[in-house]
C-alpha cells in the first residue's frame, strides 16, 4: 500500500490550494481517506475524511465551509481543496488510509497507512 501526498506550497492568507492523496496497492472503495495535520509544536489533528465506498464526509470545525475533500475513484485520488486559507492553517498535511469499519476519524492510530505529508504555508 502506497499512499503519495502532494500539492502542498506557499500561499498567501485568503489563497487557495488543491491537496492531492494518491493510492495504490490496495482496492479503493474497501477503505477510508482521511487528511491530518501536523504544525510546529502541535499534536497531530484530523482535518477530514472521506469514505471511498460511500462518499461519507466529515470535517473539523476550523476547516468547515473553507476546505472540501473529494475523490476520484478511476484515479484511485483523494483531493484536499483548500480555500480562504489562514496562517494558523501552516502544518504539514498527511493522508492516511484505513479500511471500513476499522477506524475512528478522529483517531491517527486508528489509519493503518500514510503518506509522506506535504508542507503548507500560509504567510504574507
Known amino acids: 500500500v502506497q499512499l503519495q501526498a502532494s500539492g502542498g506550497g506557499l500561499v498567501q492568507p485568503g489563497g487557495s490550494l488543491r491537496l492531492s492523496c494518491a493510492a495504490s496497492?490496495?482496492?479503493?472503495?474497501?477503505?477510508?481517506i482521511a487528511w491530518f495535520r501536523q504544525a510546529p509544536g502541535k499534536e497531530r489533528e484530523a482535518v477530514s475524511y472521506?469514505?471511498?465506498?460511500?462518499?461519507?464526509?466529515d470535517y473539523a470545525d476550523s476547516v468547515k465551509g473553507r476546505f472540501t475533500i473529494s475523490r476520484d475513484n478511476a484515479k484511485n485520488t483523494v483531493y484536499l481543496q483548500m480555500n480562504s486559507l489562514k496562517p494558523e492553517d501552516t502544518a504539514v498535511y498527511y493522508c492516511?488510509?484505513?479500511?471500513?469499519?476499522?477506524?475512528?476519524?478522529?483517531?491517527?492510530?486508528?489509519?493503518?497507512?500514510w503518506g509522506q505529508g506535504t508542507l503548507v504555508t500560509v504567510s504574507s
Open positions: 492516511a488510509a484505513a479500511i471500513e469499519g476499522d477506524y475512528s476519524p478522529e483517531l491517527a492510530e486508528t489509519f493503518d497507512y
Open positions: 472521506i469514505s471511498l465506498s460511500d462518499g461519507t464526509t
Open positions: 496497492g490496495f482496492t479503493f472503495d474497501d477503505y477510508a
